[in-house]
């Protein structure tokens, strides 16, 4: 049996520096760089940092 051949995009949560417990979920290219970008947190109400924490089963 040949392995799969894995994925080119795969799928990345940008959890909130806030420490708020929000996050948004992206795809994005296995090859680049970790994501990392300022969006609304509804729960502090602002924009903060959002940075990459790679999702867990899927």
Excluded: C, N, W
């Excluded at 708020?20 to 947190?41: A, E, H, I, Q, V």
């Excluded at 509804?42 to 924009?47: D, H």
Aim: proline share 7%; charged share 30%.
């Amino acid at each position: 049996m040949a392995k799969k051949p894995k994925t080119r995009l795969i799928s990345v949560r940008l959890l909130s520096m806030a420490m708020t417990g929000f996050f948004y979920t992206f795809s994005r290219p296995r090859t680049s760089r970790p994501m990392s970008m300022l969006k609304y947190d509804p729960v502090v109400r602002k924009k903060v940092l959002f940075l990459e924490q790679k999702r867990k089963g899927k």
